[in-house]
T-cell receptor, first 111, second 115 residues
């Protein structure tokens, strides 16, 4: 059974710092992995989608990597800003239409 | 603007009542999904639909029902059989049948509270 974990559950950093969020999954047979951002009381916004054949994806200050063999993905945020404060969730697709979400990491960037 | 809308934003239900949550998309997506989110937990799939007039149960379908009569609409009914319905409900869509190679796009959510 696929399980997705995200550590830490919460993270607080000063503005300007580079940071890494972690996502781990137990079954390496995935189709893709997606990172989302969720603001309090809001829906999810897709940040990056990494196909199983890819190693990383970049969008602006965000870089996501995928290592299927070790069951890990990282989301790197460069030069963090207070506007980056949100909960970040990862989700893996393990088989057709089966999506497993992690519980999320709550990020606070302190001005 | 293309996107997914959910209504209402907040919904209060008395015990024993059925309520219906609305989800509409104008992205011309084939696949639509309903998720439930509880504090400290990841999203869990309730139902999904890959095409009009077809839908499949997800991991926690008991106490819920859906319909897909139109491509753009996928309403979720929370029935009185759902024992703990208080949660944040999220609707999503993807361009094709299933998320295996497609991004999911989410609506703003509906917060349901049972009084």
């Amino acid at each position: 059974k696929q399980e997705v974990t995200q550590i830490p559950a919460a993270l607080s950093v000063p503005e300007g710092e580079n940071l890494v969020l972690n996502c781990s999954f137990t079954d390496s047979a995935i189709y893709n992995l997606q990172w989302f951002r969720q603001d309090p009381g809001k829906g999810l916004t897709s940040l990056l989608l990494i196909q199983s054949s890819q190693r990383e994806q970049t969008s602006g200050r965000l870089n996501a990597s995928l290592d299927k063999s070790s069951g890990r993905s990282t989301l790197y945020i460069a030069a963090s800003q207070p506007g980056d404060s949100a909960t970040y969730l990862c989700a893996v697709v393990t088989s057709y239409d089966k999506v497993i979400f992690g519980p999320g990491t709550s990020l606070s960037v302190i001005p | 603007d293309g996107g997914i809308t959910q209504s209402p934003k907040y919904l209060f239900r008395k015990e024993g009542q059925n309520v219906t949550l609305s989800c509409e998309q104008n992205l011309n997506h084939d696949a639509m999904y309903w998720y439930r989110q509880d504090p400290g937990q990841g999203l869990r799939l309730i139902y999904y639909s890959q095409i009009v007039n077809d839908f499949q149960k997800g991991d926690i379908a008991e106490g819920y029902s859906v319909s897909r009569e139109k491509k753009e609409s996928f309403p979720l009914t929370v029935t009185s059989a759902q024992k703990n319905p208080t949660a944040f409900y999220l609707c999503a869509s993807s361009i094709d049948r299933g998320p295996a190679y497609n991004e999911q796009f989410f609506g703003p959510g509906t917060r349901l509270t049972v009084l």
